[in-house]
């Protein structure tokens, strides 16, 4: 199974900072990968797939990047409603694998 | 517009067998690319994929839960099924449903709030 390392595991930020979260996945998944936001008792949503198409509706401040055994995430201007846990997830290979998450607070 | 919802027990026994159902609107799973995952989260930790149902009833399943594991889907309803055998309290988590499509190299756009399932005795 293909394993995916996030880093952050936690990350403290202010409203307004830029933030990356990185995802290595353990064999080479060409630019299959999409990444998810959870909020606490909510389903994940989707952000972004293949790597760096945003998904429809997503705020602009989102970027994805990346391809191979290495990718990030990026947002631009943290906002209020951004502090959630965000989670990687391959679809390259069966099994679908996601990352451990990480965690997004408030400083 | 396109909706998920997950149906099935809130708690089940140790060595009892966990049926789950996700009811579905908005697209068909008869449509080519279309396919429908079935996700848990034990509580405070990570999402984990279980299966997968492709719309020409293709199946994946995870590794380390394929024995225990079977998905189907009836077309004709806008339904999947998800059976999970011998439970025991560490498969205690919240499930979603979600759909994939290949337009979005079949990521998860939509979900369904979850279900959570408790095992215990």
């Known amino acids: 199974d293909i394993q995916l390392t996030q880093s952050p595991s936690f990350l403290s930020a202010s409203v307004g900072d830029r933030v990356t979260i990185t995802c290595r996945a353990s064999q080479g998944i060409s630019s299959y990968l999409a990444w998810y936001q959870q909020k606490p008792g909510k389903a994940p949503k989707l952000l972004i797939y293949?790597?760096?198409t945003l998904q429809s509706g997503v705020p602009s401040r989102f970027s994805g990047s990346g391809s191979g055994t290495e990718f990030t995430l990026t947002i631009s201007s943290l906002q209020p409603e951004d502090f959630a846990t965000y989670y990687c997830q391959q679809l390259n290979s069966y099994p679908y694998t996601f990352g451990q998450g990480t965690k997004l607070e408030i400083k | 517009q396109v909706t998920l919802r997950e149906s099935g027990p809130a708690l089940v026994k140790p060595t009892q067998t966990l049926t789950l159902t996700c009811t579905f609107s908005?697209?068909?799973?008869?449509?080519?690319?279309?396919?429908v995952s079935w996700i848990r989260q034990p509580p405070g930790k990570a999402l984990e994929w279980l299966a997968r149902?492709?719309?020409?009833?293709?199946?994946f399943y995870s590794t380390s839960l394929k024995t225990r594991l079977t998905i189907s889907k009836d077309t004709s309803k806008n339904q999947v099924v998800l059976t999970m055998t011998n439970m025991d309290p560490v498969d205690t988590a919240t499930f979603y449903c979600?759909?994939?499509?290949?337009?979005?190299?079949?990521?998860?756009?939509?979900w369904g709030k979850g279900t959570t399932v408790t095992v215990s005795s």
């Open positions: 293949g790597a760096s």
């Open positions: 149902i492709d719309w020409d009833d293709d199946k």
């Open positions: 979600a759909r994939g499509y290949s337009a979005s190299s079949y990521s998860l756009d939509v």
């Open positions: 908005g697209f068909s799973l008869s449509t080519s690319g279309m396919c």
